[in-house]
T-cell receptor
């Protein structure tokens, strides 16, 4: 069974540009989560989808971040325009029940 | 404010010994607590979950305890091996699908 996949694995962009991260969850998992780890800090919750609906987006830093999950399958996280402080590793996770989340390898975003 | 604390200093132990990692939390009433393992360049991997009404959980060489009075969980790896070297993350969920992570403790097991 394929695990959670994320694309790209690494992205380097300039401040002010737009970046879109993609997450493909494990097939059949209704719950999809986005997290971010900034250098030296803990992994922080961004938002949670149940199928295509946003269940909780309380962790989204600001309105430069937009997450979508059309059709309840894969999800995208767009940052527009990117700022230096957006650099970090963005993790996606999926689960069928909330108690055991399967994480992807992460996308390392560097904003210069 | 709500906080999860894990020992930020790395833990170095000899192969075969028991590693004990600590997770303390404040201002939470978690429905359950989880432990994850993370290797460099990879995402966290779920290891164990313990609920608020459970005192102890075991899985192979792993043991987790949960003391809601002390607001503390201990994570033990018995008969540790060099392959156990990784960062171990404590995570809480208050039951609302929102998981809060600690910063993790790095474990080094020397052969």
């Amino acid at each position: 069974e394929a695990g959670v996949t994320q694309f790209p694995s690494h992205s380097v962009i300039e401040k002010g540009q737009t970046v879109t991260l993609r997450c493909d969850p494990i097939s059949g998992h209704d719950n999809l989560y986005w997290y971010r780890r900034v250098m030296g800090k803990e992994i922080k919750f961004l938002l949670h989808f149940v199928k295509e609906s946003k269940q909780d987006e309380s962790g989204m830093p600001n309105n430069r971040f937009l997450a979508e999950r059309t059709g309840g399958t894969y999800s995208t996280l767009k940052v527009q325009p990117a700022e230096l402080e957006d650099s970090g590793v963005y993790f996606c996770a999926s689960s069928q029940d909330p108690q055991e989340q399967y994480f992807g390898p992460g996308t390392r975003l560097t904003v210069t | 404010s709500q906080k999860i604390e894990q020992n930020s200093e790395a833990l170095n132990i000899q192969e075969g010994k028991t590693a004990t990692l600590t997770c303390n939390y404040t201002n939470y009433s978690p429905a359950y607590l989880q432990w994850y393992r993370q290797d460099p360049g990879r995402g966290p991997v779920f290891l164990l979950l313990i609920r608020e009404n459970e005192k102890e959980k075991r899985k192979e060489r792993l043991k987790v305890t949960f003391d809601t009075t002390l607001k503390q969980s201990l994570f033990h790896i018995t008969a540790s091996q060099p392959a156990d070297s990784a960062t171990y993350l404590c995570a809480l969920d208050t039951g609302g699908f929102k998981t809060i992570f600690g910063a993790g403790t790095r474990l080094f097991v020397k052969a």
